[in-house]
Each structure stands twice: as structure tokens, then as C-alpha cells.
């Protein structure tokens, strides 16, 4: 018989851990330490993609009515367009069939210049004609006068003839010769009056040859060509292949920028007032310009009223039809007396800045990255800004974009952080 086995030997230590337990355990540890890096990590860029970056102006206070400068203060910004004073699309004074186009696009001319020709052969043929009627006309005056110099002299030798011896002349012979003499100066005239209607239809023909020759009404630049050779041009557009004008001319020296003002700051606009211009392709040049004139009449629907402004800076950069701005300048205001109340410093934002909320104008602050709610009083639009009458006084981070529906106490980050 077997002897029972001895399994007091058979026992767990529980007192250190095997190697293979000992790195199972270190690789769990430290794959947990990473899962909860990559977790905070993870949470780290959520709440930074949460927090959206919107654009923000700073508002600036500027003393009396404007931003202070070398010509004056700001006292209205308007946007409007460049365009030439003097302007015109040329057309022809007959309808034709263009046979001669001798200008494009960027071409100068002068006044009176000739610009196209239309096909005028039958008009050169009237204008042949005519002075073949003249030259007829002419030849006939010649024997008319030959024809009546003839008789008048026949009618005085008859008178002679009667008045020395009535014997050798009757007297129905002598009234015959006065009445052919009279016949022949009635004639004469009428010889006379077809040479003045032939030289009418001469002077007629030519007009009409003349028509066909387009000349430059000034001198200027051709801005477009309207038609080309072989096309028929009209006075009036008639529709089909009819074209109205030929080319649109320009005088470049006369470019000018019309911009629309609000009515509400059309009295602090006068008339020869200094300006400054920057166009849309150039923001970093400045023109000088001065109000020509402010259009006597108000755009009912739209509360605004043109202005002239007339380019003092010669550039060949500037082109009709530029988008431009305009800050409409005025001369600085002597200093105050002592003791008189200071003017109150002149805040303007950009339109995009104010909401309408409740019927309310508000604009957003941003403050230690968060939004906050304003309510101001704004004037109208003026070249996309507003002015604040109150609300602001200078110094704040105003939100212009970023965020469509923003909410008090909205975390943000502005563009220039």
C-alpha cells in the first residue's frame, strides 16, 4: 500500500511577488498613467477649441470732431467710386455700317480727332451729284444773263428807234421788246434761285458725309469700344446687331470720386473743404481732394446725399470706377479759453460692432476673455462706422466678428493674442 502524500510543503507565498508578476504589474501602471495624460491632454484641446477667436477693434477717443492730423480733423467718412467729370459715349449722327474703328481702350485723342468712319460711298456720291447740280445750276445763270443782256438791249434800241421817228417802229413792236427784256431778267432770277437751291443741297450732302466721319467731342481717354468694324451702329440703340455707341471716352482730367453721405452729417460737409482719399486698391496711399459740390437733393429711400469730390493728385494709378473712401477734413479748432468746457472726445466703431437687441443698440466688451454687454447710443452709418454718442469712452476691446450669437460671460480669444 502507498504512502499518503505529505502536502505540508504544498503552500503560497504571498510575501513577494514573482518577476513575470512584478513586470505585468509595472506595464499595467504605466499604461494607466498614459491614458490618463492622453484623457487630460484630450481634454485640454476640447476646451481650447471651445472657446472661439473673434475679431475685436479697440476703441480710441479722438478730441474735438475727429482723429487729429496734419490737415485737419475727420469730421464724416463716406465709400464711393471714382469717375471722370467728363464723360461721354460717342456715337455716330447716322446709322451706318462701321468701316473704320482707329482708336482701343487706353487710347489718347484730341478734340475734334477722328475716331471711326462709317461706309460712305453713297454719301461721297450725293456730295458728287450735288456739285454737279451747282456747276448746272451755274451755266444756267450764264446764259440767262447772256440771254437778258441781249434784250434789254434790244428793248433800248426800239425805244430809241420809236422816239427819233415813230414811223419806222410801232408801238406793239417796241411793247413786244420791253416784255421779252422783262421775260429774261424773270428768267435770270430764276436761274439764280436753282444755283442757291443747288448749293443748299450741296452744303446738305457734305453735312451728311460729314456725319459719317466720328470726331472726338474733347480730348480724353477711350475708357471702352463700344463696336467693332463691320458692325451697323444708330444714334438710338434698335435691338439685333444694331450697336448705340461707338467707344466711351473720358477727360482723366477731370476724375472726381462720388460718395454717398448720410443726411444726418451732411451739415458738417461744405463746399471747397479739404479731403482725403484711399482708394481700395491702394490703402496705403493717400490722396488730397477737396468738395467740389454737394448735390442739391436727397436719396429718399436710402437717407443719403452725394457728394463730389474733386481729385487733386494727379496719379495714373487711379482709374474710373476704383472703389474709394473719402475723410471729409476740417481745420483744427483753436484751443479753448481758460475755463471754457472741454469738447467731448468723438468715438466711432465700426458698424459691424452693434447689434440691435430688444430695440436696443448694444455692443460686446471683451474683458479677461470674456464677452460682456453695452448698451450705447449710436449714430448712423458713415463709411461703415458709427459714431457713439454715449456708452464708451475710450480704451475697450469692441467685438466685431467671430461669434453669430454671442451670450454674456462667453469665453473668448481675441485675433491679436
Not at 421788246?177 to 436761274?191: D, G, K, P, V
Given at each position: 500500500?502507498?504512502?499518503?502524500?505529505?502536502?505540508?510543503?504544498?503552500?503560497?507565498?504571498?510575501?513577494?511577488?514573482?518577476?513575470?508578476?512584478?513586470?505585468?504589474?509595472?506595464?499595467?501602471?504605466?499604461?494607466?498613467?498614459g491614458a490618463l495624460i492622453l484623457v487630460a491632454v484630450t481634454i485640454a484641446m476640447m476646451r481650447a477649441r471651445a472657446v472661439p477667436q473673434v475679431q475685436v477693434v479697440t476703441v480710441t477717443a479722438?478730441?474735438?470732431?475727429?482723429?487729429?492730423?496734419?490737415?485737419?480733423?475727420?469730421?464724416?467718412?463716406?465709400?464711393?467710386?471714382?469717375?471722370?467729370?467728363?464723360?461721354?459715349?460717342?456715337?455716330?449722327?447716322?446709322?451706318?455700317?462701321?468701316?473704320?474703328?482707329?482708336?482701343?481702350?487706353?487710347?489718347?485723342?484730341?478734340?475734334?480727332?477722328?475716331?471711326?468712319?462709317?461706309?460712305?460711298?453713297?454719301?461721297?456720291?450725293?456730295?458728287?451729284?450735288?456739285?454737279?447740280?451747282?456747276?448746272?445750276?451755274?451755266?444756267?445763270?450764264?446764259?440767262?444773263?447772256?440771254?437778258?443782256?441781249?434784250?434789254?438791249?434790244?428793248?433800248?434800241?426800239?425805244?430809241?428807234?420809236?422816239?427819233?421817228?415813230?414811223?419806222?417802229?410801232?408801238?406793239?413792236?417796241?411793247?413786244?421788246?420791253?416784255?421779252?427784256?422783262?421775260?429774261?431778267?424773270?428768267?435770270?432770277?430764276?436761274?439764280?434761285?436753282?444755283?442757291?437751291?443747288?448749293?443748299?443741297?450741296?452744303?446738305?450732302?457734305?453735312?451728311?458725309?460729314?456725319?459719317?466721319?466720328?470726331?472726338?467731342?474733347?480730348?480724353?481717354?477711350?475708357?471702352?469700344?463700344?463696336?467693332?468694324?463691320?458692325?451697323?451702329?444708330?444714334?438710338?440703340?434698335?435691338?439685333?446687331?444694331?450697336?448705340?455707341?461707338?467707344?466711351?471716352?473720358?477727360?482723366?482730367?477731370?476724375?472726381?470720386?462720388?460718395?454717398?453721405?448720410?443726411?444726418?452729417?451732411?451739415?458738417?460737409?461744405?463746399?471747397?473743404?479739404?479731403?482725403?482719399?484711399?482708394?481700395?486698391?491702394?490703402?496705403?496711399?493717400?490722396?488730397?481732394?477737396?468738395?467740389?459740390?454737394?448735390?442739391?437733393?436727397?436719396?429718399?429711400?436710402?437717407?443719403?446725399?452725394?457728394?463730389?469730390?474733386?481729385?487733386?493728385?494727379?496719379?495714373?494709378?487711379?482709374?474710373?470706377?476704383?472703389?474709394?473712401?473719402?475723410?471729409?477734413?476740417?481745420?483744427?479748432?483753436?484751443?479753448?479759453?481758460?475755463?471754457?468746457?472741454?469738447?467731448?472726445?468723438?468715438?466711432?466703431?465700426?458698424?459691424?460692432?452693434?447689434?440691435?437687441?430688444?430695440?436696443?443698440?448694444?455692443?460686446?466688451?471683451?474683458?479677461?476673455?470674456?464677452?460682456?454687454?453695452?448698451?450705447?447710443?449710436a449714430g448712423p452709418v458713415s463709411g461703415n462706422f458709427r459714431e457713439i454718442r454715449s456708452g464708451l469712452s475710450g480704451g475697450e476691446q469692441v467685438l466685431v466678428g467671430g461669434v453669430e450669437t454671442p451670450k454674456e460671460g462667453q469665453r473668448v480669444k481675441p485675433n491679436n493674442q
Open positions: 500500500m502507498t504512502a499518503p502524500a505529505d502536502l505540508s510543503k504544498l503552500r503560497i507565498n504571498r510575501d513577494a511577488p514573482s518577476a513575470p508578476e512584478r513586470k505585468a504589474l509595472t506595464r499595467n501602471l504605466l499604461l494607466f498613467v479722438s478730441a474735438g470732431s475727429g482723429q487729429g492730423n496734419a490737415a485737419g480733423a475727420t469730421t464724416v467718412t463716406a465709400n464711393g467710386y471714382v469717375v471722370a467729370r467728363t464723360k461721354a459715349s460717342v456715337s455716330a449722327k447716322i446709322p451706318g455700317r462701321l468701316a473704320y474703328l482707329g482708336v482701343s481702350e487706353g487710347s489718347v485723342v484730341g478734340v475734334a480727332e477722328i475716331i471711326a468712319r462709317l461706309d460712305n460711298a453713297d454719301y461721297q456720291a450725293a456730295v458728287t451729284q450735288a456739285q454737279a447740280n451747282v456747276a448746272s445750276a451755274q451755266a444756267s445763270i450764264i446764259e440767262a444773263r447772256a440771254d437778258h443782256d441781249q434784250l434789254v438791249r434790244d428793248a433800248n434800241r426800239a425805244r430809241e428807234i420809236r422816239r427819233s421817228n415813230p414811223n419806222l417802229l410801232s408801238e406793239q413792236e417796241l411793247e413786244a421788246a420791253n416784255s421779252r427784256a422783262e421775260q429774261s431778267e424773270a428768267r435770270l432770277r430764276a436761274a439764280e434761285a436753282r444755283e442757291k437751291s443747288a448749293e443748299a443741297g450741296l452744303e446738305i450732302a457734305r453735312a451728311n458725309f460729314d456725319n459719317t466721319i466720328i470726331r472726338a467731342p474733347f480730348s480724353g481717354t477711350v475708357l471702352r469700344k463700344d463696336a467693332e468694324v463691320g458692325e451697323v451702329v444708330a444714334p438710338s440703340v434698335g435691338g439685333g446687331l444694331t450697336r448705340g455707341a461707338v467707344v466711351t471716352l473720358a477727360d482723366l482730367q477731370t476724375l472726381e470720386v462720388e460718395v454717398d453721405v448720410n443726411e444726418a452729417y451732411i451739415a458738417r460737409i461744405r463746399r471747397d473743404a479739404p479731403s482725403r482719399i484711399t482708394l481700395d486698391a491702394y490703402p496705403d496711399t493717400a490722396f488730397r481732394g477737396t468738395v467740389r459740390q454737394v448735390v442739391p437733393t436727397a436719396d429718399r429711400q436710402r437717407a443719403t446725399v452725394q457728394v463730389k469730390v474733386a481729385i487733386a493728385d494727379r496719379d495714373p494709378r487711379i482709374l474710373t470706377e476704383m472703389g474709394a473712401k473719402v475723410e471729409f477734413l476740417e481745420a483744427p479748432a483753436p484751443r479753448a479759453a481758460s475755463g471754457a468746457a472741454a469738447e467731448r472726445p468723438r468715438i466711432l466703431v465700426p458698424a459691424a460692432a452693434i447689434r440691435i437687441e430688444d430695440g436696443r443698440s448694444v455692443v460686446r466688451l471683451v474683458r479677461d476673455g470674456k464677452l460682456q454687454r453695452r448698451d450705447v447710443d
